[in-house]
């Protein structure tokens, strides 16, 4: 019965071209991957500064590893957290602006567990639709009544919240750069709404973190926002730090509080110090090397003006995520794979992970690539749209 279950729903996947699996590709320099024999250029890394390659970084990481071991060999309740932990949580809680900053293992983790520490079947959380896939879970594990407005919509959230009055504790939980769509969520309409709520907002910047912001603060700080208006604040380091974990920061009651009730903090093991060392030595970088976040932008703004040009059906984003939608699952795959013909390695992304008929390519920029890189991909891109026009064209969620 169990069997026959799972093959019943892989047949579905590969009748629907839906079917995934991971491949082996060793990560190189300059935004190049290798796969087998043959080298691609990368847009589809999440190590939008290149930091996971960093000398500096990998030098701290080593440097760590050498003095505390490889393993933290307890959760941080116990004996895991020693003074790597500790001096990231004070630079993290530094750099964001917050009174104190929790480290987790994962950014999964962090949503899920954090949510879960605030929320409980008698309230209610507000989710912007395209969620992180963990703020989902997290808030379905609650119990909690749960609200999915539609994307971005926050006038349609403050209007629910006003007509419901205050009866029930309310927790409004967004994305700050949407990870399929690379879309800025309105955080001060967002603040505002929750101020006259009197609900608490909760963001995710695992895409902002490191990019946005006069430093790399987040996009909170590129609003100029600080503690008291987005209150619940995770960042992830597997971004553009380049590194592994997350954190969650904000006042030292939540941090108190989350180290006595987030389970996937309190259950799990402490981030390896060596991973904790290299994340400080990134967030250093951040701020001492601000020519590659200014890199980074020079390509954004290539490619969409090399995009607009080419008249391809691109979303309202300027952050290093730039989808092109294609709408169908066999097109967006049919472009990939020629694309990775071509030497270019971009992900098609289908549903589940993104809503139907908005099938795409999600190109990620980093401050690695050149500008014949960008000028490669999109002498690449005017060719499949010669050959293999829209048949919808739709514009996404
Ligand atoms: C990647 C990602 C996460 C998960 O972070 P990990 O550290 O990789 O578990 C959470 N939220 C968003 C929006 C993400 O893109």
New binding site residues.
């Given amino acids: 019965m169990w069997v026959a279950r799972w093959a019943k729903t892989l047949a579905e996947r590969h009748a629907q071209a839906l079917h995934r699996s991971p491949r082996v590709l060793t990560l190189l320099p300059g935004a190049r991957v290798r796969q087998g024999g043959r080298e691609l250029i990368n847009f589809c890394s999440?190590d939008y500064l290149g930091l996971s390659l960093h000398p500096a970084v990998r030098a701290a990481f080593v440097a760590a590893a050498d003095r505390y071991g490889v393993g933290a060999g307890a959760s941080h309740l116990v004996t895991g957290h020693g003074p790597e932990h500790e001096a990231l949580e004070q630079a993290l809680a530094a750099f964001t602006g917050r009174d104190r900053a929790l480290v987790f293992s994962?950014?999964?983790?962090a949503?899920e567990g954090v949510i879960r520490a605030l929320a409980g079947r008698h309230d209610l959380i507000c989710q912007d639709r395209l969620n992180?896939a963990?703020?989902l879970d997290g808030a379905l594990a609650t119990g909690a009544e749960l609200w999915r407005y539609p994307h971005g919509d926050v006038a349609a959230l403050a209007a629910r919240l006003a007509e419901q009055g205050k009866t029930k504790p309310t927790l409004i939980v967004t994305?700050a750069v949407f990870?399929m769509d690379g879309d800025i969520a309105d955080l001060p309409a967002l603040v505002a709404t929750a101020r006259a709520n009197e609900a608490l907002l909760m963001i995710?910047d695992?895409?902002g973190f490191g990019i946005l912001g006069p430093e790399g603060q987040g996009t909170a700080a590129a609003f100029g926002l600080s503690q008291d208006d987005v209150p619940v604040l995770i960042g992830?380091?597997?971004?553009a730090l380049g590194t592994?974990?997350?954190f969650v920061a904000g006042s030292e009651l939540l941090i108190d509080y989350l180290v006595q009730c987030a389970r996937p903090y309190i259950y799990t093991t402490a981030l390896p110090p060596a991973v904790a060392a290299a994340t400080r030595a990134s967030l250093e970088v951040l701020t001492r090397e601000p020519e590659r976040r200014a890199a980074l932008q020079a390509r954004i703004r290539q490619w969409r003006e090399g995009a607009a040009q080419l008249g391809l059906t691109v979303l309202p984003s300027v952050t290093p995520i730039q989808p092109v939608i294609l709408g169908s699952a066999e097109r967006a795959l049919r472009w990939s794979r020629a694309l990775e013909a071509a030497g270019l390695l971009v992900a098609a992304i289908r549903p589940p992970t993104v809503p139907a008929a908005t099938a795409r390519l999600r190109i990620t920029l980093t401050a690695e690539h050149s500008a014949a890189d960008v000028e490669r991909l999109l002498t690449a891109l005017a060719a499949l749209q010669r050959e293999d026009p829209a048949v919808v064209g739709h514009a996404g969620a």
Avoid: E, I, Q
């Fill in positions: 999440n994962t950014g999964w983790m949503n992180h963990s703020l994305d990870s995710d695992a895409h992830t380091f597997g971004k592994f974990g997350a």
